[in-house]
């Protein structure tokens, strides 16, 4: 069966500061990678995805993630965070049928 | 895009009774998720809503403690049966859609929707 692992729970920053959460899946078929973030208090929203094509992809708000298939992985990584960027990010992974499993979310904190 | 409405927003239930949850769709979509967010913790799918058919569960879920129904392309119900504490949670519906007219034939879009979910207190 297919799981995802997000490396960090928590991660507190600074303004400022870069960031990378990490995400490794375990799935040896074709998938595609996404990340979501939950603002407090808001459902859902797309970051980005990957699907195909260049492995590093562009999200909204500064956001980017880098595909390697030879470690599984697809991390997160923006380059100076921001107080509004407090939020909790979920990696997640969709093989085929549309059936989406998510990883355990990292919970972001950036203090102003 | 995909516009996605849960009815109730949030709930506050008695032990051992039912509650049920609708899903409203702006459009046609070819696929309708369940999830589950229990506190503090990750989605879990409890189910794919399948239109016309039973609903395909995920492993730990089962048909009688969440019957689901899908009588359309854009509605879509789950109901938590016979409630303890533990079943406190949110409860998402997700979408992947709408369905696209393109050259005369139909397809998906890959984008997934979420509702913005149905908080569930079980006292």
């Known amino acids: 069966a297919q799981s995802v692992s997000q490396h960090n729970h928590h991660v507190i920053l600074s303004e400022a500061a870069s960031l990378e959460l990490g995400c490794n899946y375990s799935?040896?078929?074709?998938?595609?990678l996404f990340w979501y973030v939950q603002y407090p208090g808001q459902h859902l929203q797309l970051l980005l995805k990957?699907?195909?094509?260049?492995?590093l992809v562009k999200g909204i708000k500064g956001f980017e993630a880098e595909f390697i298939k030879s470690k599984f992985s697809f991390n997160l990584r923006k380059p100076s965070v921001q107080w509004s960027d407090t939020a909790e990010y979920f990696c997640?992974?969709?093989?085929?049928?549309?059936?989406?499993?998510f990883g355990a979310g990292t919970r972001l904190f950036v203090k102003a | 895009s995909a516009v996605i409405s849960q009815k109730p927003s949030r709930d506050i239930c008695q032990r051992g009774t039912s509650l049920t949850i609708q899903c409203q769709v702006d459009?046609?979509?070819?696929?309708m998720f369940w999830y589950r967010q229990q506190p503090g913790q990750s989605l879990t799918l409890i189910a794919t809503?399948?239109?016309?058919?039973?609903?395909?569960?995920e492993s730990g879920f089962v048909i009688d403690k969440f019957p689901i129904s899908r009588p359309n392309l854009t509605f879509s119900t789950l109901t938590v049966s016979n409630m303890s504490p533990e079943d406190s949670s949110i409860y998402l519906c997700?979408?992947?859609?709408?369905?696209?007219?393109?050259?005369?034939?139909?397809?998906?879009?890959?984008?997934?929707?979420f509702g913005p979910g149905t908080r569930l207190t079980v006292l």
């Open positions: 997700s979408v992947v859609g709408p369905q696209r007219q393109a050259g005369g034939s139909r397809t998906s879009t890959d984008t997934q929707y």
């Open positions: 799935y040896g078929g074709t998938v595609n």
């Open positions: 990957y699907f195909s094509g260049d492995p």
């Open positions: 997640a992974v969709r093989s085929g049928g549309f059936k989406t499993i």
């Open positions: 459009s046609q979509v070819t696929m």
């Open positions: 809503a399948n239109q016309g058919s039973e609903a395909t569960y």
